[in-house]
C-alpha cells in the first residue's frame, strides 16, 4: 500500500465491547517501527492500533476509563515477505475471564496471552467501532487526522472484515488443507452487525460485499489490484535474501534498484525458485546504471571469485551492453560468452524465460527473442549456455553502481504501480504479462510452481 489508505467514516457508534477484525496480509519490509494494519481513532486522546512494529505485532486499545491496554509480541518475529499473514483479533470484553477478552491469532494459530504480555483487558467499551468523530482505518494510523503522523502499511492487504457484535475465531474465516496448509475462505459464514463489513474481496474493491452497504473509501493514494494473493502467492524480489548492500525495493518488493554510493555489484533475488518446470518474467528498466543486468541465479550453489574474495551464487546474466555473462562457472571473474544482442537502455521491457526441465534460459526485448532462443523449442537457449549447477533458480536483477534499477512484473500485471495498458496471451491462465507469454511457459508462483 506505500502511502495508501482506507478509511470507514460513519456517524453512529457501534458495539464498542464486541467485533472481530479479519485479514490477509503479505509484507513487503519487516524492519520498520510501525506500518499499522488495522487502527481507530481521529484526535489526541482515544485510539487503537494493530500494526508491525520492527519485526513484531504491537496492538492496543484505549478505553472509556481505564484508558489504554497496550501489547507486543517480541518473542513471536515475523520475518516472512513471501507468503500472506492470516490475522484475526476477536475483541469481546464481556467474558468472564481475562484472558479470552482478547483473542488473537495468527494463520490459524491463538497467540496465549502470555504471548503477548497478559494485559488486565477491562470490561468496557473501547475506541474501535466508536464512529462519533472518530473512523476505523486500514494501511496508516487514524490519528493521522489529528497529527498526520500516518505510520503507513507498507504490502498487500485483502479479505478485510469487520464483524459489529459478533466475536468470531480464525476457523470461520479460514481452515487447514490436507497438507495442515492455512487457507482462505472465499465466502465464510458470518454476521457482520449494523456496523460491518467486508471489502478487498478478489480484488481493490472497497464496496461492501457483506449486504450492509457499509461501503469504505480510499482515503490517500492509489489502491491498486494485483493477482498475487493468499490462493496463489506470486514471486516478488526477497528483501531478506540479496547479495551486495546496497540493494534496496519499493512498490511491494516488484521494485529493485541499487545505491550510487557504492561500486559493489548489487543483485536481487525472487522468493519463490524452482527445480523443474517453465518460468517466464518481465523487467522494465527505469535506469541502467553501470554494469545493470537481468538473469537468473542458482541462489543455493555460491563459488568464491578470486577478484574480489567474495562468495556468489551461479548466475547467467545479460548485461545493458548487449554482452552474456556466466558467472560462478568457476573460480575468477564472470566469463563472458560473447553478445546477447543489441544493448538495453530505460523503458525497454526485458524478457526471460527458465526451461528447468531441458537446462536452458532465453532472453527477450521489446517482444522479440534474442539470440536465436526460441522458449517453445526446447533447445538451444540464449547464446547457448546451458544451466549447469544445483538447478535451484530465481529471477535475479542487479548491476553496480549509479543506481541501476528496474520494475519486474512476475505476473501481477503491473510495473511498478502503472497498470499493463495490454496484455499478451497466457495458455496457463496464471499471471497478466505485456506479451506473449511462451508456450509451455507461466509465472512463477504457488500455482505456477504445482502444475
Known sequence: MASTYIKRVDTTDGNRKVWTWSAWVKLDNTNIAGQNMFSAGGNNVDEGQFKFANNTLSFFNDYATTGRVSSSTPSRLLRDVNGW??????????????????KIYINGERLQPSDYGSPTIPNEEGVYNRFTNKQIWFGARAKAQYDS???????????????????????????????????IKTSPSVNYGTHGFFILKDGNSVTDQSGNGNDCTVGGGTLTNTEDNPSNVFATFNALAYFGKGSALENGNTRAYGDSATSNNECSFTTLTGSSGKY??????????????????????????????????????????????????????????????????????LQVAMDLDNNYFYFGKNGTWQNSGVPSSGATGTGGVAITSDKNYAFTFGGYGSSPSAYANFGNGYFGTTALASAGTNASGIGIFEYDVPTGYTALSTKGLNL
Not at 164 to 181: C, H, K, L, Q
Request: charge should be negative; glycine fraction near 10%; proline fraction near 2%.
Open 85 to 102: 499473514y492470516h490475522f484475526v483479533w476477536r475483541h469481546k470484553v464481556d467474558e468472564t475471564s481475562n484472558d479470552d477478552r482478547w
Open 280 to 349: 517466464y518474467a518481465e523487467f522494465k528498466i527505469a535506469f541502467v546504471g553501470d554494469g545493470s543486468f537481468i538473469g537468473i541465479s542458482d541462489i543455493e550453489y555460491t563459488i568464491l571469485e578470486n577478484n574480489d574474495g567474495q562468495y556468489r551464487p551461479f548466475t547467467i546474466m545479460v548485461r545493458s551492453n548487449g554482452t552474456l555473462n556466466v558467472r560462478g562457472s568457476g573460480y575468477g571473474a564472470p566469463t563472458t560468452t560473447g553478445s546477447w544482442s543489441s544493448s538495453y537502455t530505460t523503458n525497454d521491457i
Open 149 to 183: 503522523s500516518y505510520q503507513y502499511f507498507s504490502g498487500l492487504m485483502s479479505h478485510i472484515h469487520f464483524c459489529d457484535g459478533y466475536a468470531y475465531d480464525a476457523t470461520d474465516f479460514g481452515e487447514y488443507d490436507a497438507n495442515g496448509v492455512w487457507k
